[in-house]
Structures are given as C-alpha cells and as structure tokens.
C-alpha cells in the first residue's frame, strides 16, 4: 500500500487520539497529536505566571520550541527540552488550551510544524482542522464524533485513572464550551469537510472504530 496520509478530525473526547494512536501502530505510520502542541504553548503560558492574555499567549507561541517525539512506540512531548507528555494533561491546561489555539499566530507556528512533519507521508494526525487546512490533500479523512454523555463518560474515566476526582455534569459543560470555542472561533474552526467520512463511535468499541478507519484505508 503506498504511503497514505490521514486526517482525523473531530470534537473534545470522540476518542481520536486512541483510535489514530492504534490505526498509526497497525499500518507502521507515525501519529502526530496536533491537540498536544497547542496544550504544550497552554502548559508554558501558566508556567510564566503571567494571565492568559492574547498577547502573552502568542509571545509564549513565539518562543517555544514544541517537539513530538517517539521513543519505544509512545508519544513524548516536550516543550523547550523539558518533558511535558503528563503536565499538558492537567484541568488547567484543559481550561485555556482553546484559548491558545483560536489565536492566528499560534495556529500559523503550529501548522507549519505539523506540514513538516507530515512531508514524508505515512502518518496519521489528528485535531480539528486537519482536513481543512493542515493536510486538505490527505489520502483518508475522517470526522469522529461521539454523544456528549459518551464523551464526558470518557473523559471522566480518564480522569479518574489519573487521580482527578470531577464531576460529571462539571465535565459536561466543560466540553460542551470547548466544543463551542472550537467550533465558533474566526481563525480555522472545528468543521467536517464534505469529504471525510462521518463516523460516529457513540456505543462502539474502540477496535470496531480502529476497524472502520483502516477498512477506509484499503
Ligand atoms: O484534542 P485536544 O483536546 O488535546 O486539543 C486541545 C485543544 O486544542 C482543543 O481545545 C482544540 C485545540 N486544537 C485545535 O484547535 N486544532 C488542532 N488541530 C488540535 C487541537
């Protein structure tokens, strides 16, 4: 099979960054989280101390150096050499990361990087704008969305495993304004072209979904 590239787009906890982590692991591509670079900006916002304001968000975006690496078959993210993969995880940075990523200068840094590392091909990325604007000539585009209860019931899990105690109508509002920050925002919103294929993982096990995105493929 030549060497395809694929988009993933799709709102808040529909289960892409599971589903393209296994599809990539499947067809021995490269998975780039995009949603992890604008939370690694999000993460060194806080670190400054200073307020989230648009401006000291981009002056952050400016300076940071954002790398996706892969060591043993898992993501590490780090941020200006420091490890960030757990830190960027965290309900602060959850609470402005759509706040960094609806800025233009922000986006512009981060699609550039995105573009170079998906040159190569043989990659899977997933975020909200990945079929729109990052990678438009993608060979496979997808569109995963899910119920808002299955979304929160999943972040929710997620959540727990790592500690947070949250509730789940806290979560479901949560999402629900990112959801609407994401999609409403001015500069490249959440949207699903004509062409990706809708699919809608509410009810479905993650391996059915895997299957329907590599079925695609073919
Ligand atoms: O997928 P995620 O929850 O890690 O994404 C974090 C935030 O970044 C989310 O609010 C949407 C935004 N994002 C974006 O605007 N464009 C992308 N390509 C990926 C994520």
Do not use: H
């Not at 972040?155 to 409403?184: F, H, P, Q």
């Amino acid at each position: 099979m030549k060497k395809s590239v694929l988009a993933i787009d799709g709102p808040a906890g529909a289960g892409k960054s599971t589903v393209a982590r296994l599809v990539a692991e499947k067809l021995g591509y490269v998975y780039i989280d995009t949603g992890a670079m604008y939370r690694a900006v999000a993460w060194k916002v806080l670190r400054t101390g200073q307020p989230a304001t648009d401006e000291n968000i981009v002056k952050v975006a400016q300076d940071i150096d954002v790398r996706l690496e892969y060591r043993n078959g898992s993501l590490r993210v780090e941020a200006d050499g420091v490890d960030v993969t757990d830190r960027i995880r965290t309900p602060e940075v959850t609470g402005i990361v759509s706040q960094v990523a609806r800025l233009q200068p922000v986006r512009e840094k981060m699609v550039l990087l995105q573009r170079k590392m998906a040159e190569n091909g043989a990659v899977v990325m997933d975020g909200r704008d990945i079929a729109s604007k990052v990678l438009p000539d993608a060979d496979v585009k997808v569109f995963l969305t899910a119920s808002i209860e299955e979304r929160a019931t999943r972040r929710w899990r997620e959540m727990k495993e790592k500690g947070y105690e949250v509730s789940m109508e806290e979560l479901k509002k949560e999402i629900a304004a990112r959801d609407k920050m994401d999609t409403e925002r001015e500069v490249s919103p959440l949207v699903r072209v004509p062409e990706a294929v809708l699919l809608d993982t509410t009810g479905q096990t993650i391996d059915e979904v895997v299957a329907s995105v590599l079925a695609l493929c073919r």
